[in-house]
Nanobody
Framework: DVQLQASGGGLVQAGGSLTLSCAAS???????????IGWFRQAPGKEREGVSC????????YYLPSVKGRFTISSDRVKNTVYLQMSSLKPEDTAVYYC?????????????????????WGRGTLVTVSS
């Protein structure tokens, strides 16, 4: 099984930036070339929602409309890490952020913003945006 470790959360003022990291382990080096990695978030009292996802094979990305243009997802094959750069943060971005992985996606699409696509999940990291 893949192990995922999310980090980088914290307290930031509105308009500020944070970069989250999702370090993956438990697979061979080459396997990381064929994964779908997603970032999700869950705010208090709300359902978990997909924020962004990336195909590690061709770097195709998808975003939740409310974060498009503010968040950027990227992957580093050498470090087996996926990043979520968040800028122009808003109080409504406050949530626990999780990363998840799915190996060998058959057809990578915006459907991978749905949590049911993923098999392996890491512990979350809390992002708090103050107004």
């Amino acid at each position: 099984d893949v192990q995922l470790q999310a980090s980088g959360g914290g307290l930031v003022q509105a308009g500020g930036s944070l970069t989250l990291s999702c370090a993956a382990s438990g697979f061979t080096f080459d396997d990381f070339d064929d994964y779908a990695i997603g970032w999700f978030r869950q705010a208090p009292g709300k359902e978990r929602e997909g924020v962004s996802c990336i195909s590690t094979s061709d770097k195709t990305t998808y975003y939740l409309p409310s974060v498009k243009g503010r968040f950027t997802i990227s992957s580093d094959r050498v470090k087996n890490t996926v990043y979520l750069q968040m800028s122009s943060l808003k109080p409504e971005d406050t949530a626990v952020y999780y990363c998840a992985a799915h190996s060998r996606p058959v057809y990578f699409s915006a459907a991978y913003l749905s949590d049911h696509k993923y098999d392996d999940w890491g512990r979350g990291t809390l992002v708090t945006v103050s107004s």
